[in-house]
């Protein structure tokens, strides 16, 4: 039987996991939900690099949803542009409430329509938001099932994970390729806010191990998630 996971993919944790997916036999259903945040452009930019460098049989081709949230969010930083978090604010500044109910949705609904058997996510350690707890995985994970009659499972294989353990995974690309940004200038980083911090600094680290980078990864200018 073929094992088909959906994968929620966006930045350098999401991409990660889903060449582990693939290396572990898995057939990947790529899933970008679009809602309409101010990276998303340049972000999905990112992933299409890095799915071509992974593309083989079982990497099934990029699906892209829209599920706008300006009428949740309203004025919301991640909309506006203004008062975006910058690279020493807390974790929990980047809390976009709902959206994790948005994407599991729509990957859910991707799942029960093409088969699969697992939705997956790259959420890490230490993530304080309410809907990225063990405790509201498994409650969707019930509920999105009872609603749509699936037997779909959610994995989150990275939530005991560190950025830096993540990164240390990557074997088919280099995470700097992806993208990770809140607050992107003419489609690069912008090297201030909360999420080009939080990247820099794995990078450092990973670097400092000096951990080979795969050769078959084009160069960017600079680093993203």
């Known amino acids: 039987m073929t094992r088909r996971v959906v994968v929620l993919v966006s930045g350098a944790d999401s991409e990660i996991l889903l060449a582990e997916l693939l290396a572990e036999g898995w057939t990947v259903l790529p899933l970008y939900v679009r809602c309409g945040f101010r990276w998303e452009g340049p972000e999905l930019a990112g992933l299409r690099r890095v799915l071509r460098l992974l593309r083989g049989p079982r990497l099934g081709r990029l699906a892209v949803v829209s599920a706008p949230m300006r009428a949740q969010l309203g004025g919301h930083w991640s909309l506006t542009g203004r008062g975006v978090p910058g690279a020493r604010a807390a974790w929990t500044s980047v ?13 859910w609904l991707r799942a029960a329509g093409a088969g699969a058997q697992a939705v997956a996510i790259g959420s890490l350690k230490g993530n304080p938001f309410p809907d990225a707890s063990p405790r509201f995985r498994r409650a969707i994970e019930k509920a999105l099932n009872l ?9 989150a294989p990275y939530a005991r994970l560190t950025k830096l353990q993540v990164l240390r995974r990557a074997r088919a690309f280099r995470p700097e390729l992806a ?13 201030r806010c909360n999420k080009c911090g939080e990247l820099s600094q794995a990078l450092r680290r990973f670097r400092a191990e000096g951990r080979p980078s795969s050769p078959r990864s084009p160069r960017r200018r600079r680093p993203g998630r």
């Open 95 to 107: 809390y976009l409430p709902g959206r994790n109910a948005v994407l599991l949705t729509e990957a």
């Open 147 to 155: 609603g749509l009659a699936t037997r779909v499972r959610l994995m």
């Open 179 to 191: 993208f990770s940004c809140l607050a992107p200038r003419a489609g690069e980083p912008c090297g």
